[in-house]
C-alpha cells in the first residue's frame, strides 16, 4: 500500500492509505495515527482515523505545511516496520435481532429499499446465500468484528468483519435514505456493520437494536461518566444475540446504573491473524469468556 498525501485548505492533510478496505488498511491507518499522536507534534491539533485514510489538522502558524508532511511520511516508514501488534479490548455487545422497533421502521420504507417484500435481515441472508434467517444472524454473530473507525455520527462505530474475504458478508445500502432510523439500530452498509448512536436518518440495512447507549453528551450512563463516546478505532466487538426478555432486562439495568459492558484488554497481532484467522478469533473469544 503507497500512501497518498494531499492538503485539504490551509488547515488540513488527508492521507489516504488504501483504496480497498481491508484490516492492512485499517490498521496502518491506525499505526500511523497512533504514532502521531505520541509524537505530540506542535500544532497538531486534530487527528481523526477513517476506515482506509485519516485526516490531520493543524495550525500553519505553529507548524509549516511543508515540514509537517515531511514528518508525517517519516512517521509512516517508522510504522511500517513496527510490529502490527495493538494492546485492545474486545467488547460483547448485546443484539436483539428483528426486534419491532426496526421491523416497524423498515416497513414505513419500503419503497425506498431493493425488495420491498422482504425485511432487511430476509433480504440480506438471500443475497448471501443462507438459507434462513437464523444462519444469517448466526453467521453475523458468530465472528469478531474490528472498529475501524468512529464518527459521521457522533460516537457511531464502523465494524469490519474478521473473517476471511470469500466469508464476508455484503450488503448494499437502502436505495434511497430513510428519514428514521432508531436509536442504537444495528445496521449494515456495503462491508461495514455499524451502531446508530442517536435517532436520525440513515441507509443502512436494519438487523436488530442493542439496549446498550454508546454516545452520552450527559454522561449519566454508568461507563460513560468518563468520556462520551465508549468505542474507539481499534476495538474487538462479539455480537450476542438476545431475546426480548433480555433486551428488557438490560434496559432496566441501564437506567438503574447496573449494566456494565462485558469486555477483557486483548493483544491483537496482524502477523497472527492473518497466518491464522480462524485460531486467533477462537483465543479472541476464549478471552472474552475468560478460558
Not at 92 to 120: A, C, G, K
Not at 192 to 212: D, H, K, L, N
Amino acid at each position: 500500500m503507497t500512501s497518498r498525501y494531499s492538503f485539504g485548505g490551509d488547515e488540513h492533510i488527508f492521507v489516504e492509505v488504501s483504496e480497498d478496505m481491508s484490516l492492512e488498511a485499517f490498521f496502518k491507518s491506525l499505526s500511523i495515527t497512533n504514532a502521531v499522536r505520541d509524537a505530540a507534534i506542535k500544532g497538531v491539533t486534530e487527528i481523526c482515523p477513517a476506515n482506509a485514510s485519516f485526516q490531520i489538522k493543524f495550525d500553519p502558524d505553529i507548524v509549516h505545511p511543508d515540514d509537517l508532511m515531511a514528518e508525517l511520511k517519516r512517521i509512516e516508514e517508522t510504522a511500517e516496520h513496527a510490529d502490527a501488534i495493538l494492546e485492545t479490548r474486545i467488547i460483547e455487545i448485546p443484539v436483539y435481532y428483528q426486534d419491532p422497533w426496526t421491523n416497524e421502521t423498515l416497513m414505513r420504507f419500503r419503497e425506498r429499499h431493493q425488495d420491498p417484500d422482504s425485511t432487511d435481515i430476509e433480504y440480506a441472508a438471500e443475497i448471501n446465500g443462507f438459507s434462513t434467517v437464523d444462519e444469517f444472524i448466526e453467521a453475523h454473530s458468530g465472528s469478531p468484528w474490528f472498529v475501524s473507525m468512529v464518527g459521521f455520527v457522533a460516537g457511531l462505530p464502523f465494524l469490519y468483519q474478521m473473517v476471511d474475504r470469500p466469508r464476508q458478508i455484503q450488503v448494499p445500502k437502502y436505495l434511497r435514505p430513510r428519514t428514521d432510523t432508531p436509536k442504537l439500530t444495528v445496521g449494515y452498509g456495503g462491508c461495514f456493520s455499524c451502531i446508530y448512536s442517536v435517532r436520525g436518518a440513515g441507509g443502512y440495512q436494519m438487523f436488530g437494536i442493542t439496549p446498550m447507549p454508546i454516545y452520552d453528551p450527559a454522561q449519566e450512563v454508568t461507563y460513560l461518566k468518563d468520556f462520551m463516546v465508549f468505542f474507539k478505532p481499534g476495538d474487538i466487538v462479539k455480537w450476542k444475540p438476545i431475546g426480548r426478555e433480555e433486551y428488557d432486562q438490560a434496559v432496566a439495568d441501564v437506567e438503574a446504573g447496573r449494566f456494565m459492558p462485558r469486555m477483557k484488554e486483548v493483544t491483537f497481532s496482524l502477523e497472527e491473524f492473518n497466518r491464522d484467522i480462524d485460531g486467533t478469533n477462537a483465543k479472541l473469544l476464549e478471552a472474552l469468556n475468560g478460558c
